[in-house]
């Protein structure tokens, strides 16, 4: 168990929360923990646990170098696509080094090796991080996450009983997503146990599948016969689902689902079990509970 103290980044956001409450059931004194977010009224809970709540921001280099002081390990979660995420994590690594912290663990995105894959406005600014981490003199640990159980249905809709799935299906490789919660349990061992030091991870779940078999896999969870077609990606960009998104969201998921389509999170790698020690929630457990979404 590490003695230092942890700081979680993003303790905002879904992960961020995850792995900060998991980090309280699992460090005994609080006082160990701290966390950073742009808004501190909205963690008084936290501040009433013991945990140190900091205003900081990535572009606020003075912010994070003040928050950073006394911090033994970072747990940096990534910043938003379409924010200037080069700028945000090199001014959250160096204000790191300045501040003296040993030990950052970074969320990064799969990857399959050569493959050249370019999600828009995340690969680029994960591979310089991870090359800035590796530059810094500081330990690292890179968690490469693949896409999200809890946001799966975004790409092939709330509605897919009733409506059917209809979506590019493209090469049909496979993908493995995860929970947010089973990421966290990851987090939260490579925060406080020895040996991950200068490592990376693929934290994969242990059941792949491809978009073209979501309809057969919700007919046989659900009960109800689910209808399914291979759309061309110029018709899933008038999807209904996406008609109210921001502007750069139709483009952005459909790059996620081509390369879902092109086998990029297909590799199943046993990182994820080894590290949470149990089986991670797969898809059909996830939608039989949670499917449609709330």
Same mark, same amino acid.
Do not use: C
């Given at each position: 168990?590490?003695?230092?103290?942890?700081?979680?980044?993003g303790?905002?956001?879904?992960l961020?929360?995850k792995?900060?409450?998991?980090?309280?059931?699992?460090?005994?004194? @609080?006082?160990q923990?701290?966390? *950073?977010?742009?808004? $501190?009224?909205? %963690?008084?809970r +936290?501040?009433?646990?013991?945990? &140190?709540?900091?205003?900081?921001?990535?572009?606020?280099?003075?912010?994070?170098?003040s928050?950073?002081?006394?911090v033994?390990?970072?747990?940096?979660?990534?910043a938003?696509?379409?924010?200037?995420?080069i700028?945000?994590?090199?001014?959250?690594?160096?204000?790191?080094?300045?501040?003296?912290?040993r030990?950052?663990?970074?969320?990064?995105?799969?990857?399959?090796?050569?493959?050249?894959?370019?999600?828009?406005?995340?690969?680029?600014?994960?591979?310089?991080?991870?090359?800035?981490?590796?530059? @810094?003199g500081?330990?690292?640990? *890179?968690?490469?996450? $693949?896409?999200? %159980?809890?946001? +799966?249905?975004?790409?092939?809709? &709330?509605?897919?009983?009733?409506?059917g799935?209809?979506?590019?299906?493209?090469n049909?490789?496979?993908?493995a997503?995860?929970?947010?919660?089973?990421?966290?349990?990851?987090?939260?061992?490579?925060?406080?146990?020895?040996?991950?030091?200068n490592?990376?991870?693929?934290?994969?779940?242990?059941?792949?599948?491809?978009?073209?078999?979501?309809?057969?896999?919700?007919?046989?969870?659900?009960?109800?016969?689910?209808?399914?077609?291979?759309v061309?990606e110029?018709?899933?960009?008038k999807?209904h689902?996406l008609?109210?998104?921001?502007?750069?969201?139709?483009?952005?998921?459909?790059?996620?689902?081509?390369?879902?389509?092109?086998?990029?999170f297909?590799?199943?790698?046993?990182d994820?079990?080894r590290?949470?020690?149990?089986?991670?929630?797969?898809?059909?457990?996830?939608?039989?509970?949670?499917?449609?979404?709330?």
């Amino acid at each position: 168990m590490t003695k230092g103290k942890i700081l979680v980044t993003g303790a905002g956001g879904n992960l961020g929360r995850k792995t900060i409450d998991l980090l309280l059931e699992k460090v005994p004194d @609080s006082s160990q923990l701290a966390v *950073i977010t742009r808004d $501190p009224s909205k %963690l008084k809970r +936290l501040v009433d646990q013991g945990v &140190s709540v900091h205003k900081a921001d990535y572009l606020d280099y003075d912010s994070l170098l003040s928050a950073f002081q006394g911090v033994e390990k970072i747990m940096f979660i990534g910043a938003h696509a379409f924010t200037d995420r080069i700028k945000q994590h090199f001014n959250v690594i160096v204000a790191a080094r300045q501040a003296g912290v040993r030990h950052v663990v970074y969320t990064s995105i799969q990857r399959r090796e050569g493959s050249g894959v370019v999600l828009w406005d995340i690969t680029e600014s994960d591979t310089f991080t991870e090359q800035a981490l590796r530059a @810094s003199g500081m330990a690292y640990t *890179i968690m490469m996450q $693949p896409a999200f %159980l809890e946001t +799966l249905h975004m790409y092939f809709g &709330s509605n897919a009983l009733e409506e059917g799935v209809r979506m590019p299906f493209g090469n049909a490789r496979k993908t493995a997503p995860v929970t947010r919660d089973d990421l966290a349990a990851a987090n939260v061992t490579v925060l406080t146990q020895p040996g991950h030091e200068n490592k990376t991870y693929k934290l994969s779940g242990d059941e792949a599948f491809s978009f073209s078999e979501v309809a057969d896999i919700l007919s046989k969870v659900k009960g109800k016969a689910v209808s399914s077609e291979n759309v061309s990606e110029e018709e899933y960009l008038k999807w209904h689902g996406l008609r109210n998104a921001p502007k750069q969201m139709p483009q952005f998921r459909l790059a996620w689902v081509k390369t879902m389509n092109d086998g990029d999170f297909e590799e199943t790698t046993g990182d994820l079990e080894r590290l949470i020690g149990r089986k991670p929630t797969g898809f059909r457990e996830y939608v039989k509970l949670n499917y449609p979404p709330l």
